[in-house]
């Protein structure tokens, strides 16, 4: 069978194309990384020292023409939550406008300019995605389904937590496939009785299995334009409407709670260690212990906030240090760096307690040792960078899943 070729976008230090290539079934023919916050691009830097700088795009995706993106089978991409609310300019009553800069139209752009849109898509995002904003739950999921309806698309989609299936690193994310129109599988979905497709038959369903699911959970229709969508979508609603499972077909939402078939063999935190090989620097100082302490530990105190008000605040204990016989907690881009945290990992070693290294990061995402070494890359910015990554191993299973729906 032939490689199916790739646009790869917001594409980090390429964790999304480790995956797809893990599997010998994808072919990367244009990527792009962009960091509008820094000079000098860091994770760009990693990405072409692992790839090469052919086709290999770093500009801000929002002034790259569509015309200089080369036509591919299926664009992928892990792209930031932001807020994906639609208005329509006084110019141009039918102009569907995102806010500038937020990532999604980006990807809209280029799948209603090009003449010969991408078949197939495979996007990455923080759960919270599901659940945005605060004051419409579930809005911007909701504009992001219908865009990609009018585009003629299918959406299929579920919050996978890589720990569940014997992945290093409890790390939630939502992973969704999109189908055109114009593809068989597009068609087989339509066809499908829905709670099937996404409990047994779909793709996700056969990389990551779900314990049996009798009925469907919730449907509901999303018929307005996107404008009023984004105006009045879940105004009443203290939830989110959509769930961690669903479908959406022809405008209307099929979604269920679903759990996860657990798998026997887990990979845990002491797995993934580098035993007898860790620099001085990683391990805490006894003079930082108490502020360390302090910082994981529960709190019931009063804070004086910035205006002058006192407030009574509260949180419980973190494990401290992590447990080595359970898969790490999610990786957070401050993990690197040597101030003491509530939220860095620190870890019991013979020598003492101490932080994990850059190449321990990596293996909680399933990244191979010193992908992100480059001289000029601080240890620091290389936490930073696993903060921000994607679990490979996620990305494989479904992109062979993704290869065998297409091909069968």
């Known amino acids: ?30 990527s792009n990384q962009w960091e509008p916050s820094t000079k000098t691009q860091h994770a760009s830097l990693v990405y072409e020292a692992r790839f090469g700088t052919e086709n290999h795009s770093n500009e801000d995706i929002a ?11 299926i664009l992928v991409g892990g792209f930031p939550c932001q807020d994906y ?35 197939y898509l495979f996007l990455e995002n923080v759960d919270r995605l599901l ?14 389904l219908k865009s990609l309806d009018h585009l003629d698309y299918a959406v299929e989609w579920r919050v996978i937590n ?15 496939l999109a189908y055109h129109k114009s593809t068989t599988v597009y068609k087989k979905l339509k066809k499908a009785n829905k709670l099937d497709w996404f409990s047994k038959v779909g793709t996700v369903a056969k990389a990551f299995p779900i314990l049996p699911k009798l009925e469907i959970d919730a449907t509901f229709t999303l018929e307005e334009d996107l404008v009023t969508l984004s105006n009045t979508f879940n105004k009443e609603g203290k939830l989110s409407p959509f769930l961690n499972t669903g479908v959406f077909c022809d ?31 990683f391990y805490i100082d006894e003079k930082d212990l108490a502020k360390w302490k ?52 620190v870890i019991s070693s013979p020598k003492g307690l101490r ?6 990061l990596e293996r909680l995402n399933m990244f191979p040792d010193n992908h992100t070494k480059l001289e000029g890359i601080s240890d620091t910015k290389r936490a930073f960078f696993m903060g921000n990554a994607l679990v490979v191993g996620v990305v494989e299973r479904i992109a062979k899943e993704l290869y065998n729906t297409i091909n069968s």
């Open 1 to 30: 069978m032939k490689k199916l070729k790739v646009i790869e976008l917001f594409a980090g230090v390429g964790g999304f194309r480790l995956g797809l290539e893990k599997t010998n079934k994808y072919q990367v023919i244009w």
């Open 63 to 73: 002034e790259v023409e569509v015309s200089s993106i080369p036509d591919a089978d």
């Open 85 to 119: 609310s639609v208005a329509t300019t006084s110019q141009n009553s039918k102009g569907l406008i995102g806010k500038k800069g937020v990532l999604w139209w980006s990807i809209h752009k280029i799948l209603s300019e090009k003449k010969n849109p991408p078949k």
């Open 131 to 144: 659940k945005s904003p605060t004051a419409q739950r579930g809005r911007d999921f909701a504009i992001m």
């Open 162 to 176: 890589a720990a569940d299936y014997g992945m290093p690193q409890r790390r939630r994310r939502i992973f969704f």
């Open 251 to 281: 405008s209307t939402v099929y979604t269920s709670k679903t759990i996860p078939q657990q798998v026997s063999k887990k990979t845990v935190l002491e797995d993934i260690l580098q035993n007898g090989e860790v620099t001085p620097e």
């Open 294 to 345: 302090y910082l994981k530990g529960s709190k019931k105190e009063v804070r004086t906030a910035k205006g002058g008000f006192t407030y009574n605040y509260s949180e419980g204990a973190m494990i401290f240090p992590d447990a080595l016989d359970n898969a790490s907690r999610t990786i957070i881009t401050g993990e690197g760096g040597k101030s003491a945290s509530r939220f860095k990992h």
């Open 355 to 360: 932080r994990l290294t850059p190449i321990e």
